[in-house]
């Protein structure tokens, strides 16, 4: 079965500040993988997806993930983060079966706070 | 384009009362999913619909449980009767074809349950 491990829980940082969360999932085969954000108060959007082709992925409002299949990684990063960037952050995989995809497992989430 | 809409936001009820909640998916989208997300905890899925027909509710406490999606567009989730451990957030979520590669899949504001 899939499953998806996101390392840190909260990440607390100050403005300006680079960050980066993990994200690893264990699945054997091909996989469709996603970062979706939560502000407060608000609904999970997403931030960025991978299906195939570059590695590095370019999403919303500075955000880029680079997928690392020998290490079964995901990771999100900001090179500088803002009090705006407060959220929670989700990574989420499914199954590529080649033209269709599985369900959507997602990690616990990390909490993330930038102080201004 | 409206977004995927929930109601009621908040509930709170009794344990062994009922609650029912409802969802309207963005328009024109086929598959309609139900998620459980409880504190601390990223979304889980609880069923997932293609139409007005069940695709996977695998993880849907049936016993208690039950969702539906009678003429394909809107869906009703009910609990009865409600566990404390129910509280949580459900979330109403919907994509475009089943299965497509690439299709993101949008998410509501949640319906908060506190069963007391």
């Known amino acids: 079965a899939q499953s998806v491990s996101q390392h840190n829980h909260h990440v607390i940082l100050s403005e300006a500040a680079s960050l980066e969360l993990g994200c690893n999932y264990s699945y054997g085969g091909t996989v469709n993988l996603f970062w979706y954000v939560q502000y407060p108060g608000q609904h999970l959007q997403l931030l960025l997806k991978y299906f195939s082709g570059d590695p590095l992925v370019k999403g919303i409002k500075g955000f880029e993930a680079e997928f690392i299949k020998s290490k079964f990684s995901f990771n999100l990063r900001k090179p500088s983060v803002q009090w705006s960037d407060t959220a929670e952050y989700f990574c989420a995989v499914n199954a590529n079966y080649g033209g269709s995809q599985g369900n959507l497992i997602f990690g616990k989430g990390t909490k993330l706070s930038v102080k201004p | 384009e409206a977004g995927v809409a929930q109601s009621p936001r908040y509930k709170i009820i009794e344990k062994r009362q009922s609650v029912a909640f409802w969802c309207n998916p963005i328009s024109g989208h086929a598959t309609l999913y139900w998620y459980q997300q409880i504190l601390g905890q990223g979304p889980k899925l609880l069923i997932q619909?293609?139409?007005?027909?069940?695709?996977?509710d695998s993880q849907l406490p049936k016993d208690r449980f039950s969702a539906e999606r009678l003429k394909g567009v809107d869906s009703t989730l009910k609990i009865q009767p409600a566990k404390l451990e129910d509280s949580a957030v459900y979330l109403c979520?919907?994509?475009?074809?089943?299965?497509?590669?690439?299709?993101?899949?949008?998410f509501g504001e949640g319906s908060w349950l506190t069963v007391v």
């Open positions: 619909f293609q139409n007005n027909g069940v695709v996977d």
């Open positions: 979520a919907s994509s475009g074809k089943r299965g497509y590669l690439g299709n993101t899949i949008y």
